[in-house]
């Protein structure tokens, strides 16, 4: 287990597993072996669902990330090239599935937002942490309208805690790039935040 919580370490590693054992995993649910795959969603979840909460503040929205993320994993693990850490891979798809729903539950908000029925409360007044969230996907999709290219180096380095060469290799970019996107999303992110 890492400091942040995400099980995932430099190396890869995955529930304990070492590289060749988790490398042995994705190759079996790649060949079709159902059992390997299910073998691997269930390895994942822990790791999954944190990374789905650091995203989302309430815990009903996590678990829907969550729960796609895991659907997405399973579905997709033959999209696995290699490239980078399978658990890299893993946080990927989950910050994604996190992003996508955060999207959908902003669209659903406003779309139920009439004089009948209240919007969701927003969180910014209940919880200091939730409404620090809500400012940061903001923020973040403040950078993917007008910067997309900074978006999955920012994401992957500053929430999902990926190490830089993990980074270059699972967005295929040179390290100097990686480095310097996250300089930049940092610089557009905090101009948000302030």
């Keep these: 287990m890492t400091a942040d919580g995400s099980g995932v370490g430099s190396s890869g590693g995955i529930g304990g597993l070492t590289d060749a054992e988790v490398d042995e995993l994705v190759a079996a649910a790649q060949a079709g072996d159902s059992g390997a795959r299910d073998r691997i969603v269930a390895l994942v979840a822990p790791m999954v669902a944190r990374r789905c909460a650091r995203f989302l503040p309430c ?89 997309p290219a900074l978006v999955d180096a920012f994401v992957l380095r500053d929430l999902a805690a990926l190490p830089y060469d993990d980074i270059a290799a699972q967005l295929g970019i040179p390290l100097g790039t990686v480095k310097a996107r996250i300089h930049d999303a940092r610089r557009v992110v905090r101009t948000r935040l302030t």
């Design 59 to 147: 815990r009903e929205d996590a678990e829907e990330a969550t729960q796609d993320a895991l659907l997405a994993i399973a579905q997709k693990i033959g999209s696995f090239s290699g490239r980078g850490s399978f658990a890299g891979w893993v946080v990927v798809v989950a910050s994604n599935c996190a992003r996508s729903t955060y999207r959908d539950l902003k669209r659903r908000s406003v779309e139920l937002a009439t004089d009948e029925l209240p919007a969701r409360p927003d969180p910014r007044t209940t919880s200091v942490i939730a409404g620090s969230r809500i400012d940061l996907l903001e923020a973040i999709e403040h950078l993917e309208a007008h910067h």
